[in-house]
Nanobody, 114 residues
């Protein structure tokens, strides 16, 4: 069973916005940090943004000022608001969380194209 389920991906024009959401779907325990990673075709998976249980955030330089991460601790959810999207943001986006082990979602495709 996939521990997280992502939603909100899709096709958007350059300069547009999307909001990704990730919700726990199984038994998830002792979550501390949550976040988003992405993987573009032919490239390694890279960190996009993380947020600690206390709300401390960290962003990749490439998305600073454009993306905003937030979380709902009670519902074990994490969101990623993506603005001013560029073609370079095209990738599969994965939800991630760390508890006793790393948890990953199944991924959601984001395509930025005119």
């Amino acid at each position: 069973q996939v521990p997280f389920v992502e939603s909100g991906g899709g096709l958007v024009q350059p300069g547009g916005s999307l909001r990704l959401s990730c919700a726990a779907s199984g038994s998830i325990f002792s979550i501390s940090a949550m976040g988003w990673y992405r993987q573009a075709p032919g490239k390694q998976r890279e960190l996009v943004a993380t947020i600690s249980s206390a709300g401390r955030v960290n962003y990749a330089d490439s998305v600073k000022g454009r993306f905003t991460i937030s979380r709902d601790n009670a519902k074990i959810m994490v969101h990623l608001q993506m603005n001013s999207l560029q073609s370079e943001d095209t990738a599969v986006y994965y939800c991630w969380a760390i508890g006793k082990v790393n948890y990953w979602g199944q991924g959601t495709q984001v395509t930025v194209s005119s």
